[in-house]
């Protein structure tokens, strides 16, 4: 069973950063590929950010948060992180993490609440 186990959501003024982390355990295959995404009251949850594994750590992010946030991972300790910058109020959401594995399985964190105040 995957377990996947995210921090570093929480309060923060606009303007200013945040940093998630997300630790993967549980799966006998290598995790291909990691991510984030987020969902806001009365939205769709949508992409964020995901990081693919291996030496490149090919990166895809939403358009609209390019230049602000940063993905990256740790394949030894199975971690992913999104640094988060120049946080708005818009970036408000609860973040959640995303693995896949196995070629076509995945499994979702339980969400962490990040929310900006303007």
């Known amino acids: 069973q995957v377990q996947l186990v995210e921090s570093g959501g929480g309060v923060v003024q606009a303007g200013g950063s945040l940093r998630l982390s997300c630790a993967a355990s549980g799966s006998t295959f290598s995790f291909d590929a990691m991510g984030w995404y987020r969902q806001a009251p009365g939205k769709q949850r949508e992409l964020v950010a995901t990081?693919?594994?291996?030496?490149?750590?090919?990166?895809n992010y939403a358009d609209s948060l390019k230049g602000r946030f940063t993905i990256s991972r740790d394949n030894a300790k199975d971690t992913v992180y999104l640094q988060m910058n120049a946080l708005k109020p818009e970036d408000t959401a609860v973040y959640y993490c995303y693995v896949r594995y196995a070629g076509r399985q995945s499994s979702w964190g339980q969400g962490t609440q990040v929310t900006v105040s303007s």
């Open positions: 990081i693919l594994s291996g030496r490149a750590g090919i990166t």
